[in-house]
């Protein structure tokens, strides 16, 4: 597979935007206690399948795989897991961390 379908786009979009409108109504329940880990785990398992879907010729699903194991860096790194400063990596830096 190596497009989308509309159909299959249509339903992620459809997802996210629930969860999203989930999210939005919780309140904060912030624990971070073993995050650290917990994320770093998710970033491999996901580069994993990213790396077997590719494999398998599933460029579509690679990809995704790939785009769920950069969010979750990029997650970690706003969230303060991991203090990184390249800004090409991450979409938060040492440039824009908060001043105290």
Known sequence: M???SETRLKRYFKVTQEA????????????ITGARARFLDMVERYLSDAKHFNENRKKVD????????????????VIGLW?????A???????TK???
Do not use: Q, S
């Open 83 to 87: 203090d990184v400063d390249d800004n």
């Open 2 to 4: 190596d497009n989308v």
């Open 62 to 77: 690679a990809f995704a795989a790939i785009n769920y194991a950069h969010g979750w860096l990029d997650a970690g790194a």
């Open 20 to 31: 999203l409108e989930k999210a939005k109504k919780t309140p904060e329940n912030l624990d």
């Open 98 to 100: 908060k001043k105290t």
């Open 89 to 95: 990596l991450f979409t938060r830096d040492a440039k």
